[in-house]
Structures are given as C-alpha cells and as structure tokens.
C-alpha cells in the first residue's frame, strides 16, 4: 500500500533551526539523510518544497477563478516536503513515521 508523508514545520522548529549555528544545522540534515538511507528500501518518491512565501494559490470554485500569492491557508504550519513509500499497511507506515527525525509534524495519507 502506498502512502505520503508530509513533513510539517511549525514556526518554532523554523525558527529553532535558523537559529542553529552551521554545526549544529549540519548534524540536523545528516540525521533527515541518515532517515532517507534507512527507509530507502520503502520510500518510492520524495522531495523538499521551497518555503510557503513562495507559493502560488488558485481557488477554482469562484465564476472567475482567483489567483493569489502564498499558500491558501495561513497559519503557524506548513508542509515542507513529503516522501512517497510503500509500505504493507498503515502500521508500518505509522512506524516509519515514528522515526522521522526533523519536523514535529508528519501527516500521513493513503493514495488513492
């Protein structure tokens, strides 16, 4: 069964990384890479997104479709990247997950 993980920062955990000397802020993207390697064998896809400031959102239910920069939804989360895994059912997912060592947020959804 396939399902996405997607990797939520809150406002503190991207403060706390800015804050982050270059060390410091090495170690944190070793431990992200060290958890790709160990789930290689499951993760199908994944990638990083370009911060939220830089999105683009179309709303499609009006008459006249609306165009606005940023992402729809305003608010202290954002979706920061995702990986597509298979894996044999939603435990292993929620194991997987379990394990994820950067942002404090990972939402995990089926695909359809």
Do not use: N
């Amino acid at each position: 069964m396939k399902y996405v993980l997607m990797f939520v920062e809150t406002e503190e955990f991207a403060a706390a990384l800015a804050a982050m000397d270059d060390v410091e802020r090495k170690k944190s993207y070793e431990r992200v890479m060290g958890w790709f390697a160990e789930h290689q064998d499951k993760i199908v896809h994944h990638t990083h997104l370009m911060p939220a400031d830089t999105a683009t959102t179309i709303r499609v239910d009006l008459d006249e479709p609306l165009i606005t920069d940023g992402p729809f939804v305003e608010g202290k989360e954002v979706v920061s990247g995702f990986a597509e895994i298979e894996v044999a059912d939603l435990d292993e997912a929620l194991r997987v997950a379990r394990t994820w060592p950067a942002c404090p947020l990972v939402e995990i959804r089926p695909i359809a």
